[in-house]
C-alpha cells in the first residue's frame, strides 16, 4: 500500500470535485458486493455517512481469486483512483488499485447479511444492529441532538452542572430506584427490629441509583443562575412499552428567577431548536429512516418546529377528554393521572400540535412543584407531542420553606435538610424541567421502539451486551 492520507466517505462523497482524478485511501466495511466475470462493485461504508462509496474492481487489475473473502461484513483497506461515476445516485467512485483485506466476515455466520432484518431480531444482535443502516442513521442523529443540546444550552449562558448518580434521595418519590449496595444479599445485617441494618452498608445508609438530577441541579440553579444537567437515569418501574426504559438519558435545565411561563417559552424554543438541528444537520438520514419506517417524518418534524405549541390547564384537558365521547381504555375524571391514549387525543385528535398541559393536581405530581393559590393544583408542565405522549416533564419549584417543609412531611420524606437549606438561605422563584433525551430521538427518528434508539437498552429482563 502506498503513504496516502485516509478519507472518509463522507468526505468523499460531499465533495466530489476535490477528489476525482486523484489517487484516495478509504477503509470500510462491505456492505454488498456485486458484478460479473469482469469486474466486482463494492458498496464500502465507513459509519460517517448513510452513503456507501462504490469501488470497482476490474479483474485484469487485481485477480478475482484474491477476493473471494470480500463478502458483507468484511472490513477492508482500499486503494486507488477517484473517478466521476457512471452509475446512478453517486456522483463519485473508486477504482481500485489495491485491496486489503482487514477482517473477514463469514457468509456462514454473519448475521447480517443483504436481506432486510425485522428491528425485533435486530435487537438480539444489539452488538453488531450498529453496523445496518437504520441503526447508523439513528446512532449519527442521536449524536446530533447531544451535540445541539449542549450547543443550546452554552449559547444561552447555561452551565453544565453534574449532578451524582449514586443518590440517598428519591427525586420523583415514585419508589421506581435501583438498589445500590455491597451488603451480601444471602446474609444481610439485621437490627433489633428485624430490618436491615443499612449502617453496615456501603455508604453507611440506603442508596440508590437516581432517578433525577433534578435536586441537586437546583442546588447549582441557586448559586450559579441557570444550569442543566445530561446524564444517564435509571428507572425501575416494570413498564414494557415502547416509551420506557430502565436507563435512560435525560436533560434537566434548571434556572433561578424563571415563573412558570419562562419556563414553558425555555421548553418550547429548546425543543425546537434540536429538531431544527437535525432538520439541518442530519437531512440524509432523517430521509432514509422517513422512506423505510415512517412517510410523513419529515413533514412532522417540520410541523412542530413552525407551530406554536397550545398551553392548557389540565383542568381544561380533562373536561376536553370528558366531553370527546371517544372511549377510552382507563377512565378519565378530574385528579386521574393522564395515560398516554388521553395525551394522544388531545394532541393528535383535538389539537393536532403539541401541547403543554399545565396546572395538574398536587396529588398526581412530585412534592417539589409550587402550589397554585387555589390549594389544590400545582404549577406543572407537561409537553406532550405526537406519537409520544409526554417528552418533557417540569414545573415552577415552591420556593416558600414552610410550605415545601409542610409537603414534605406530609409526605413522609426526610433527611433532605440539604434540600430545604435552598429555601432557607437566599430563596427565589425557580423553575425547570426534564427531558427524556431517548424520547426526543424516538421523535426525531421516526422510530416505534425506544429499544431502536439507544445502542444497548436496559429493560425489565434484559441486560444483555
Ligand atoms: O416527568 P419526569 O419523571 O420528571 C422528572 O424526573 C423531573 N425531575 C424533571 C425536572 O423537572 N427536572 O421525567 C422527565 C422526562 C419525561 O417527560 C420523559 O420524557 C422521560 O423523562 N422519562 C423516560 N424516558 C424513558 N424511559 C423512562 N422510563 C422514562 N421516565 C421518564
Ligand atoms: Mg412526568
Known amino acids: 500500500m502506498k503513504d496516502i492520507k485516509r478519507t472518509t466517505v463522507k468526505a468523499l462523497l460531499s465533495d466530489p470535485d476535490k ?27 465507513d459509519g460517517s455517512s448513510i452513503k456507501n462509496v462504490q469501488i470497482v474492481v476490474d ?4 485477480p478475482e481469486e484474491s477476493l473471494k473473502e470480500v463478502t458483507t461484513g468484511a472490513s477492508l483497506h482500499v486503494q486507488g483512483s477517484a473517478v466521476a461515476s457512471q452509475g ?41 444492529r450498529p453496523r445496518t443502516n437504520t441503526f447508523g442513521a439513528v446512532l449519527r442523529i442521536r449524536h446530533s441532538l447531544a451535540y445541539a443540546i449542549h450547543k443550546f444550552f452554552n449559547d444561552k449562558g447555561f452551565y453544565y452542572f453534574h449532578t451524582p448518580l449514586i443518590t440517598a434521595s428519591d427525586c420523583e418519590g415514585a419508589g ?24 453496615q452498608d456501603f455508604f453507611g445508609k440506603m442508596a440508590s441509583l437516581t432517578v433525577s438530577g433534578q435536586l441537586e441541579g437546583e442546588l447549582g440553579a441557586t448559586a450559579l443562575g441557570c444550569i442543566y444537567t445530561f446524564g ?59 422512506e423505510h419506517f415512517d412517510k410523513g417524518l419529515v413533514d412532522r418534524l417540520n410541523f412542530v418546529v413552525e407551530n406554536d405549541f397550545v398551553r392548557l390547564p389540565y383542568t381544561e384537558g380533562v373536561k376536553i377528554l370528558e366531553e370527546s365521547g371517544k372511549k377510552f381504555e382507563f377512565p378519565v375524571y378530574w385528579g386521574v393521572d393522564l395515560a398516554s391514549e388521553h395525551e394522544r387525543f388531545l394532541v393528535e385528535e ?60 406530609e409526605l413522609g420524606l426526610a433527611g433532605m435538610d440539604w434540600y430545604l ?8 422563584p425557580h423553575s425547570g424541567f426534564g427531558l427524556g433525551f431517548e424520547r426526543l430521538v424516538l421523535f426525531v427518528t421516526g422510530m416505534q421502539n425506544i429499544r431502536d434508539v439507544i445502542p444497548f437498552p436496559r429493560y425489565p429482563n434484559n441486560c444483555d451486551f
Not at 59 to 62: E, M, Q
Not at 90 to 107: K, L, R
Not at 176 to 199: H, I, N, R, W
Not at 421 to 428: A, L, P
Open 232 to 290: 444517564p437515569t435509571f428507572r425501575a418501574e416494570n413498564s414494557n412499552t415502547p416509551r420506557h426504559l430502565s436507563e435512560f438519558w435525560m436533560i434537566e435545565p434548571e434556572m433561578a428567577f424563571y415563573e412558570i411561563e419562562d419556563n414553558m417559552d425555555l421548553a418550547e424554543e429548546f425543543v425546537k431548536y434540536c429538531i431544527s438541528y437535525a432538520l439541518e444537520h442530519n437531512r440524509d438520514d432523517i430521509e432514509f429512516l422517513a
Open 59 to 62: 479483474f485484469a487489475k487485481i
Open 88 to 128: 446512478k445516485g453517486q456522483a463519485i467512485e473508486i477504482q481500485a488499485d489495491e485491496i486489503e483485506i482487514y477482517g473477514t466476515a463469514s457468509v456462514a455466520d454473519y448475521p447480517l447479511q443483504k436481506k432486510g432484518h425485522t428491528l425485533e431480531f435486530l435487537r438480539e444482535i444489539a452488538h453488531l
Open 421 to 428: 437549606d435552598t429555601r432557607k438561605f437566599g430563596s427565589v
Open 176 to 199: 421506581a430506584q435501583f438498589q445500590v449496595t455491597t451488603l451480601p444479599l444471602e446474609d444481610l445485617p439485621k437490627g433489633e427490629d428485624g430490618m436491615v441494618d443499612y449502617s
Open 19 to 45: 477528489y476525482i482524478g486523484s489517487e484516495v485511501d478509504v477503509k470500510g466495511w462491505v456492505r454488498t458486493r456485486r458484478g460479473n466475470k469482469n469486474v466486482a462493485f463494492i458498496a464500502l461504508n
Open 350 to 409: 383535538h389539537f393536532k400540535k403539541p401541547v403543554i398541559l399545565t396546572d395538574y393536581p398536587k396529588e398526581i405530581k412530585a412534592f417539589y412543584m409550587k402550589l397554585n393559590d387555589d390549594g389544590k393544583t400545582v404549577r406543572a408542565m407537561d409537553v406532550l407531542f405526537p406519537k409520544i405522549g409526554e417528552i418533557i416533564g417540569g414545573s415552577q419549584r415552591e420556593e416558600d420553606y414552610g410550605k415545601l417543609k409542610q409537603r414534605m412531611e
